[in-house]
């Protein structure tokens, strides 16, 4: 079974950065997507950015040109880079195993063995 550990949650300021990280154990199959969902009060979940095995990555509309996701240590290692911070990245961001990346809209992935979540706070 999967598990995730997630950190590099901070309260930044509009326009700032942050990068988060994600331990991930068990196996890791070659189809599989890795990637980013976050919660927010009063909110639906929203997906927001997946990679595959061959590293492309496909990112939410919200997030297209300020976030960027990547993978390291044989794919048990998952990055979120954050630029351009905005008042409405603020959320809990957890990383996941991610159904449907590729194959559907973002809209629809479905995620699964997700850790305990790391805060994104920006305030304006």
């Known amino acids: 079974q999967m598990g995730f550990v997630e950190s590099g949650g901070a309260s930044v300021q509009a326009g700032g950065s942050l990068r988060l990280s994600c331990v991930a154990s068990?196996?890791?199959?070659?189809?599989?997507?890795l990637g980013w969902f976050r919660e927010a009060p009063g909110k639906k979940r929203e997906g927001v950015a997946s990679?595959?095995?061959?590293?492309?990555?496909i990112y939410a509309d919200s997030v297209k040109g300020r976030f960027t996701v990547s993978q390291a240590n044989a794919r048990h290692t998952l990055y979120l880079q954050m630029d351009n911070l905005k008042p409405e990245d603020t959320a809990m961001y957890y990383c996941a195993l991610v159904w449907g990346c590729g194959t559907t809209t973002v809209e629809r992935w479905v995620f699964n063995y997700w850790g305990q979540g790391t805060q994104v706070t920006v305030s304006s």
């Open positions: 990679i595959a095995a061959d590293s492309t990555r």
């Open positions: 068990g196996y890791i199959a070659d189809n599989y997507c």
